[in-house]
């Protein structure tokens, strides 16, 4: 029972220690961060577009209503 009780403090050691480990690397956090930041991006970039053709929309509109139809 004695090498029983042994194999299983080993098994229960690497267990615990596998966990740890995948807990402490940092490669999904980093995959994370870069997401969000993407994602950050984006939004800006989008924004901007919707900004910027409403306006150049609009300044079209105001250049075609000044010449008289031909």
């Known amino acids: 029972m004695d090498k029983m009780t042994d194999c299983l403090t080993l098994f229960t050691a ?5 966990a740890l480990s995948v807990f402490r ?5 980093t ?6 930041l993407l994602m ?13 053709g409403q306006k150049t929309c609009n300044t079209y509109s ?5 010449f008289p139809n031909s």
């Open 14 to 18: 690497r267990l615990y220690s596998g």
């Open 40 to 52: 950050l991006i984006a939004v800006v970039i989008i924004a901007a577009v919707a900004i910027i």
């Open 62 to 66: 105001n250049i075609a209503s000044t």
């Open 25 to 29: 690397r940092k490669e999904g956090q």
């Open 31 to 36: 995959l994370v961060e870069y997401a969000l």
